[in-house]
């Protein structure tokens, strides 16, 4: 049988543990040592050889409310590299940052069929601005999938991937601004998903813009050129053109399928 344990002994053996611990030795440092409590900067390639690297030091940490991780990345041309592959939870807190005056001053050039941006399963980037993505003709610029998010600045250029900048499943990306020009099979594409594009240039693509399999692409005060086609809605999609003007495309304009392009 169970003895009541008298109240007097039970604070005297709850005063014993709780001295054992002194709060003065519990620093703000234990307390944050995972969390990120101020806006910071992280130098690429000075203090990380790649953005990646940089991401990999955000892994086992958390961003608080209201404080931004900005990767700064310096000018230069930076080869042969692998994806950048955002996964972090709170990847919304997250700039990737080259220079923002002048884009061509830094140039990321990916490897053959990669994908240069990369959010899947619901993750975010909060913003990618200042740079240029390259390739080969191959692989993909800027890919959200899956239920995720990326925002990009109005100083981005992506150039000469098979897909300049796409959206799948669910997923949305939002850009104002950029340029989206020479890639090989769609310049945007949104796949079961929504894109919003502003102020947008794109030049010299295979389709211009594509919407597919009930997405929506909001495609206003833009210029769309030299494309095979301008601009295309399958599939119960629809894209919206107002403000945006068309030049020395083979086709402005294709929709079918139950697709629709209005302005």
């Not at 240069?116 to 975010?124: F, L």
């Not at 813009?209 to 119960?236: K, L």
Request: aromatic residues 6%.
């Amino acid at each position: 049988m169970l003895k009541k344990i008298p109240t007097i002994v039970a604070l005297i053996i709850l005063s014993t543990i709780c001295s054992s611990t002194s709060y003065s030795e519990i620093s703000l440092e234990d307390v944050y040592r995972d969390t990120i409590i101020n806006d910071v900067t992280l130098n690429v390639p000075s203090e990380y050889a790649t953005v990646q690297d940089a991401l990999s030091f955000l892994d086992d940490k958390r961003i608080a409310t209201g404080f931004t991780v900005s990767i700064q990345i310096a000018n230069g041309t930076y080869s042969n590299y692998e994806s950048i592959y955002v996964s972090h939870n709170d990847g919304n807190r997250i700039n990737i940052i080259g220079n923002t005056s002048s884009p061509s001053s830094v140039i990321i050039e990916f490897d053959s069929n990669k994908i240069g941006v990369h959010c899947d399963y619901s993750k975010v980037l909060g913003l990618i601005n200042g740079i240029t993505l390259k390739s080969d003709g191959t692989g993909t610029g800027i890919l959200a999938n899956r239920c995720s998010m990326i925002g990009v600045g109005s100083a981005v250029t992506i150039e000469n991937f098979n897909i300049g900048l796409n959206a799948a499943w669910g997923s949305t990306i939002l850009a104002n601004g950029i340029t989206v020009k020479s890639n090989g099979t769609h310049g945007v594409l949104a796949h079961s998903a929504q894109i919003s594009l502003s102020g947008v240039t794109i030049q010299s693509n295979g389709n211009g813009v594509y919407a597919n399999a009930n997405s929506n692409i909001q495609f206003e005060n833009g210029s769309c050129s030299s494309n095979t086609y301008g601009v295309r809605s399958h599939r119960n999609s629809y894209v919206d053109t107002t403000g945006t003007t068309y030049s020395g495309n083979t086709t402005d304009t294709d929709a079918a399928y139950s697709g629709a392009i209005g302005d």
